[in-house]
């Protein structure tokens, strides 16, 4: 009898176990306007898609798994769910230590370019070293990797940067004089451009960093036992050319539509 009850106590403990550790949804955290990463779509507020999203929601779907994208959430409060396990994923992110440290980062999806944007024509940015005395502004809890990072955390005297909450907010801190320059990657900031016929109007900085673009699983997450298999077919679809006609649907996706993001 005390034998019997012995391995019945066992296989349930191996069983809650296994359940414990089986990854059945993947609960994917993402921007909600950060063309052409991750973004919902204008015309469907429960739709999100950009190029980061498109490779984790094929990825998912060929390792037979369901995927759950939430692009509502803060971007800092992501972060936080990622250290402490309460999302599994996080699609769309540059490196820093940190993440490098507490996250299971995936292989680079593809790379951005950082700059500055800006009204001045008198100013000439071709480096991090000329935004000394300037402000800038970026969006709030946004890391454009360890390098950029250390100027704009207030860490070194003489960089001043603002954050906010939207893109609206960034472009109304600089054509209101509030800030000198917008800190963004070009793809993202050019696309909001020419949306608004305001590419003449802008100025844009020599290239201040390259930095790669990632998903990451927490480290908490039992779906983080399928990194490596996520970043097999990462490669797939690099040599396969999709990830250059996911760009392309973005481009389509994201439209003039997106004039919403400035009516309010």
């Known amino acids: 009898m005390a034998k019997g009850y012995f391995g019945l106590l066992l296989f349930l403990i191996f069983h809650v176990s296994s359940v414990a550790n ?21 015309s469907n507020q429960n739709r999100a898609t950009g190029v980061a999203v498109e ?31 309460k999302v599994d994923m996080l699609v769309g992110h540059y490196l820093n230590l940190e993440r490098e440290q507490n996250w299971e980062v995936s292989d680079a999806l593809f790379i951005d370019d950082i700059r500055a944007v800006y009204l001045d024509k008198i100013l000439e940015i071709k480096n991090i070293d000329d935004l000394k005395g300037l402000t800038g502004v970026k969006p709030r809890g946004a ?44 793809k993202n900031i050019q696309r909001y451009l020419e949306i608004f016929d305001l590419v003449n109007k802008f100025k844009f900085s020599d290239s201040l960093m390259l930095n790669s673009v990632h998903f990451s699983f927490s480290k908490l997450s039992p779906c983080a036992q ?30 003039t539509d997106q004039r919403s993001v400035f009516d309010g």
């Open 22 to 42: 089986e990854c059945k949804v993947i609960n994917a955290a993402c921007s909600d306007v950060w063309y052409p990463v991750s973004f919902i779509v204008p």
């Open 55 to 85: 490779i984790a929601r094929a990825a998912a779907k060929e390792l037979q798994l369901n995927i759950k994208f939430d692009c509502n959430l803060p971007w800092k409060r992501a972060n936080a769910y990622m250290n402490s396990g």
């Open 143 to 186: 890391s454009f990797g360890t390098v950029i990072d250390e100027y704009t955390s207030g860490k070194i005297l003489g960089f001043k940067v603002n954050e906010v909450t939207d893109v609206q907010a960034m472009f109304g801190q600089l054509l209101t004089g509030r800030v000198d320059y917008i800190l963004s990657d070009k």
């Open 226 to 255: 399928y990194l490596e298999q996520f970043n097999t077919l990462i490669e797939g679809y690099r040599t396969s050319g999709l990830i250059e006609i996911l760009f392309e649907q973005a481009i389509n996706d994201f439209t």
